[in-house]
């Protein structure tokens, strides 16, 4: 499975990491197990969010599933290429 990443920050300075997939966000949720380090947020509808609860744990997640980690361009291109396949 193909996997999209896009790092951010959250407003109170927690790293986080978007997810999407041609396989759609329900897909991206049964993929990765994120254990005790990150907290997951996503749902129908919506693309996954991992925070990082302990350093390097986003790191470890994009090495272990092969996450692509794209710029904020390249992720709204890839984005609109994948439509509406990524949100089921």
């Known amino acids: 499975m193909t996997l999209y990443g896009l790092r951010g920050i959250t407003h109170g300075g927690a790293k986080v990491l ?3 997939s041609p396989s759609g966000a329900r897909a991206v949720c049964e993929r990765i197990d994120f254990g005790d380090d990150l907290i997951a947020t996503g749902g ?3 693309l996954t969010y ?4 302990r350093s390097g744990a986003l790191n470890h ?4 599933y ?3 980690v794209l710029s904020k361009a390249d992720w709204d291109q890839k ?3 994948l439509g509406e396949r990524i949100w089921s």
């Not at 991992?50 to 609860?53: D, H, K, P, T, V």
């Open 18 to 20: 978007t997810v999407m």
């Open 44 to 46: 129908d509808g919506r």
């Open 50 to 53: 991992y925070s990082e609860q």
């Open 61 to 64: 997640i994009i090495e272990e």
């Open 66 to 68: 092969g996450i692509i």
């Open 79 to 81: 984005k609109a290429e």
